[in-house]
């Protein structure tokens, strides 16, 4: 078992480890607006924006699970349980829940699929959101020590 200082260490690990898959985030979005906007404006899409934007989600997503399962593993190794900070538990469920549903969904978008890209976007806006949310909820937890 890891000892109480160990743990008190890798909390704001957890936290910038969560912090940097933010800023990932935020790029990932500038790249899908990017392309929004390009497709809105009939304008000829830029191949290297939805490359790196296709390429970067699978990423942010695999990374955004690891997150949770690090910040789940700390709580119940400092707590004994996972549940010891129930809200920024069901906070960090509801992110890697979305963040998997716009993955699945942003592999069955085509050019004439609207409404997916639609949800898509809607989805993007949420994680934004509720990752900005999170982030305060852990650095209130931090604060609190």
């Keep these: 078992m890891l000892d109480k200082l160990t743990i008190y260490y890798l909390k ?3 936290g910038a480890f969560n912090t940097g898959i933010f800023i990932l985030l935020l790029l990932q979005a500038l790249l899908g607006l990017k392309m929004r906007i390009h497709r809105r404006a009939a304008a000829p899409p830029v191949p290297e ?3 790196k ?3 970067l989600g699978p990423v942010i997503t695999l990374c955004s ?3 949770f399962g690090g910040g789940a ?3 119940y190794l400092d707590h004994g349980r996972i549940l010891a900070h129930p809200l920024h538990f069901s906070v960090g ?4 829940c979305l963040m998997v549903t716009t993955a699945l969904i942003s592999r069955r978008i085509t050019v004439k ?6 949800l898509h976007f809607g989805l993007g806006i949420v994680i934004l959101a509720l990752y900005t949310a999170q982030m305060f909820l852990g650095l209130t937890m931090i604060l609190k020590r």
Excluded at 93 to 96: A, G, M, R, Y
Excluded at 113 to 118: F, I, V
């Design 12 to 14: 704001p690990l957890h």
């Design 49 to 51: 924006v939805a490359k």
């Design 53 to 55: 934007h296709r390429r």
């Design 65 to 67: 699970i690891a997150g």
């Design 73 to 75: 593993t700390l709580a």
């Design 93 to 96: 469920l509801l992110i890697v």
């Design 113 to 118: 699929t609207a409404s997916l890209r639609n």
